[in-house]
Structure formats: structure tokens, C-alpha cells
């Protein structure tokens, strides 16, 4: 087992969470969110994903719902936002 897979078992064991969430899904929205807000901002918008899952129902869709709502809200703020490289 990796790192990250014990990891994942010993935190959710620790919580008391029974849930086979689909890690890839997470990191890639975490890396959209780091990429096209801010890299603090992706830990945080875990923590929110995990709070509208759970109040969602919870289970593995609901986490896959809130993943992609909040992965296309990052690409929308970022293409709203003035582009920060070019001269003004």
C-alpha cells in the first residue's frame, strides 16, 4: 500500500467515516483550484466539498457533485479575473 492509501485508511478510521471516495477526483480538483484561484485556496475548498457532500446526502456522488460544481466554479473565476501577466 502507498503513503497516501494508508493514510487514507488510517484518517478515515480515525474519523469514524466509512467512505470509498474516489481520491483521484479530489486531487484533481484540488489541482484545478490551486491552479486557477490560489494554491491555499484548495485545501479549503476540500473542507467545503466535504461539508456540501455530507449535507448533500454524503456518499461517494455527492462528493463527486460538489467536486465538479466547484472545480467549473474555479475555471469561471479564473477566466472572470483580469489576466494578471499582461501589462496594463
Known amino acids: 500500500m ?4 494508508d493514510w487514507i485508511a488510517a484518517a478515515t ?3 469514524g467515516i466509512d ?17 486557477q484561484v490560489a494554491r491555499p485556496a484548495a485545501p479549503v475548498t476540500a ?3 466535504g461539508y456540501a ?3 448533500a446526502g ?3 456522488g455527492a ?3 460538489a467536486n465538479a460544481k466547484v472545480a467549473a466554479l474555479a475555471e469561471r473565476f479564473a477566466a472572470a479575473r483580469p489576466d494578471e501577466t499582461s501589462p496594463s
Open 58 to 60: 454524503g456518499g461517494p
Open 47 to 49: 473542507f467545503l466539498v
Open 13 to 15: 478510521a480515525e474519523l
Open 63 to 65: 462528493v463527486r457533485e
Open 19 to 35: 467512505l470509498d471516495v474516489d481520491v483521484i477526483d479530489v486531487l484533481d480538483m484540488t489541482k484545478v483550484v490551486a491552479q
Open 2 to 5: 502507498s503513503t497516501m492509501t
Open 53 to 55: 457532500a455530507a449535507q
